[in-house]
C-alpha cells in the first residue's frame, strides 16, 4: 500500500483530499498544515508520497520540496495548488517535485495523478508539461554540456520515449517490455547519469536532442 502525507494549510482541503485518498485505497500516514513540520513529520512517517500545497504560512512550498527531496528515502512529491503561474510551477519542479496540478482538476484527474506519481511518471495539468518542456528547450539553446556516461541502446530508446512525454506504461506497450523493466532502465538510467527524478531526466534529454523524432 502507498504511503501517502498531505500538506495543505486549509483543513477543509486537507480533510477532503485524505478522505479521497483513503477510499481509493492509499495509506494517509500524515497530514499537516505548515511546511517545517511536513519535513519533520516526514523524516518521521516516511511517505512514498507527499501531496504539497505551495501556498503554507510559514515557507514557500517550493522550500517544503526541496527539503522534502533531501530526505532519505526522498517521497515523490506532487504539488497540487491554486496556481498555474509560470514561475510557481518552474520553482516546484526545480526543488524536486515529480508533478503538478491545479486544484481545479477533478476527483478523478487527482488520483489518477497520485497513482502515476506513485509508479513514478512525471504528472502535470494539461498545458503545464508544455511550458517546462519550452523552459527545458530554451535552456538546451545554451551551450551544449559535456558528454556524460555511455547508456545502452535499450537505455536510449527508453529515454527519447520519457523525453517524448510518454508515460511507462506507454513506454512498455511500444518496446513490447514489462512496465518493471521499463521502469529499470529508468532507474539504472538516472544512476548513471547522477540524476534524481524523471523531470531532470527529461531535461537531460531534450538537452541532448532526444525527443526529437
Do not use: C
Amino acid at each position: 500500500m502507498v504511503r501517502v502525507m498531505v500538506v495543505d494549510d486549509h483543513p477543509m482541503w486537507r480533510d477532503g483530499i485524505s478522505r479521497d485518498l483513503a477510499e481509493a485505497g492509499y495509506d494517509v500516514v500524515a497530514t499537516v498544515g505548515e511546511g517545517r513540520q511536513a519535513v519533520r513529520v516526514a523524516g518521521a512517517v516516511l511517505p512514498d508520497l507527499v501531496v504539497l500545497d505551495l501556498r503554507l504560512p510559514d515557507l514557500p512550498g517550493h522550500e517544503v520540496a526541496a527539503g522534502l527531496s533531501g530526505l532519505e528515502p526522498p517521497p515523490r512529491v506532487l504539488v497540487l495548488s491554486a496556481s498555474a503561474e509560470q514561475d510557481d510551477v518552474l520553482e516546484a519542479i526545480k526543488a524536486g517535485a515529480s508533478g503538478y496540478l491545479v486544484k481545479s482538476a477533478s476527483r478523478e484527474e487527482f488520483l489518477d495523478a497520485v497513482r502515476r506519481t506513485a509508479e513514478g511518471d512525471a504528472v502535470f495539468t494539461p498545458g503545464l508539461a508544455g511550458l517546462l518542456l519550452g523552459e527545458y528547450r530554451r535552456l538546451a539553446a545554451q551551450p551544449a554540456p559535456a558528454e556524460g556516461p555511455r547508456l545502452t541502446e535499450r537505455e536510449t530508446q527508453v529515454l527519447r520515449l520519457v523525453a517524448k512525454g510518454l508515460s511507462y506504461k506507454q513506454i512498455a506497450e511500444r518496446l513490447v517490455l514489462s512496465h518493471r523493466t521499463v521502469q529499470n532502465h529508468v532507474q539504472n538510467t538516472l544512476g548513471k547519469l547522477q540524476l534524481h527524478n524523471r523531470v531532470e531526466l527529461v531535461r537531460y534529454a531534450i538537452e541532448r536532442g532526444l525527443d526529437a523524432d
